[in-house]
C-alpha cells in the first residue's frame, strides 16, 4: 500500500514538472514592436516588467501618466513598462500604430516600450494572453478591459495580476513592483 501511494506520488510529481516545463516562458513569445518589427520579451530578461494592455480613447487612459511615472521612478533599477495596445474593448484604440505612437508621446510624453496592437480576447487572442490568461495561466482568466496589468519577474514568472482601475500608483501595485525588484 504505501510503495503504491509512493509510486502515484512519484507518476504525480513527474508530471507536475513535465507539464510546468512545457509552459511557454514569457520571454520567448513572439511579439512586434509599435513599428512593426519583430521582437519578444526575450531583451527584458532580468528585468521586473510590468504589461498593460492599453488604448487612448478609453475612461482609464490618463492611467498612462501613472505607467510613465513607474518608468520613470524605477527604470534604473531593472524595471519596464510594456504597453500593447488593443482594440476589444468598445473600439477604444481605432488608430493605426503611428496614431498610437504619436498620441502617446505627444499627449503622455511615454518613453517605455509599445508594442504592435494585440487581440486580448477570443479565438484570435495573441499568443502572449492565451499564455497569460489561459486555463493553465497563473491568474487565468478573461482581461476585463483595457489597462488590464501583469507584473512579470526577472525570470519570466507571473507574479501578480492587477485589474483596470488599479491605479498605476497604487499601494498594491508600488509594493509588488519593489518587492519584485528586491528578489534576486
Known amino acids: 500500500m504505501i510503495i503504491k501511494l509512493l509510486s502515484m506520488l512519484c507518476v504525480?510529481?513527474?508530471?507536475?514538472?513535465v507539464m510546468a516545463e512545457s509552459k511557454p516562458s514569457i520571454h520567448d513569445i513572439a511579439?512586434?514592436?509599435?513599428?512593426?518589427?519583430?521582437?519578444?520579451?526575450?531583451?527584458?530578461?532580468?528585468?521586473?516588467?510590468?504589461?498593460v494592455n492599453?488604448?487612448?480613447?478609453?475612461?482609464?487612459?490618463?492611467?498612462?501618466?501613472?505607467?510613465?511615472?513607474?518608468?520613470?521612478?524605477?527604470?534604473?533599477?531593472?524595471?519596464?513598462?510594456?504597453?500593447?495596445?488593443?482594440n476589444d474593448f468598445g473600439g477604444q484604440e481605432p488608430g493605426t500604430n503611428e496614431d498610437i505612437k504619436q498620441f502617446c508621446s505627444t499627449k503622455y510624453k511615454v518613453t517605455f516600450p509599445l508594442m504592435d496592437k494585440v487581440k486580448v480576447l477570443g479565438n484570435e487572442r495573441h499568443p502572449l494572453y492565451a499564455r497569460l490568461t489561459g486555463k493553465d495561466a497563473e491568474f487565468p482568466g478573461d482581461?476585463?478591459?483595457?489597462?488590464?496589468?501583469?507584473?512579470?519577474?526577472?525570470?519570466?514568472?507571473?507574479?501578480?495580476?492587477?485589474?483596470?482601475?488599479?491605479?498605476?500608483?497604487?499601494?498594491?501595485?508600488?509594493?509588488?513592483?519593489e518587492s519584485a525588484l528586491a528578489q534576486k
Not at 526577472?154 to 497604487?170: A, I, N, Y
Open 143 to 177: 482581461i476585463k478591459w483595457n489597462f488590464g496589468k501583469f507584473l512579470i519577474a526577472k525570470d519570466g514568472t507571473v507574479l501578480k495580476r492587477f485589474e483596470p482601475q488599479t491605479k498605476p500608483d497604487s499601494d498594491d501595485l508600488l509594493k509588488a513592483v
Open 31 to 51: 511579439l512586434k514592436d509599435i513599428n512593426g518589427q519583430p521582437t519578444s520579451l526575450k531583451s527584458f530578461k532580468g528585468k521586473v516588467v510590468l504589461l
Open 54 to 86: 492599453v488604448a487612448s480613447k478609453c475612461g482609464l487612459t490618463p492611467q498612462y501618466e501613472g505607467l510613465e511615472g513607474l518608468q520613470k521612478k524605477y527604470a534604473a533599477q531593472g524595471f519596464t513598462v510594456v504597453g500593447l495596445p488593443c
Open 12 to 17: 504525480l510529481t513527474l508530471t507536475q514538472i
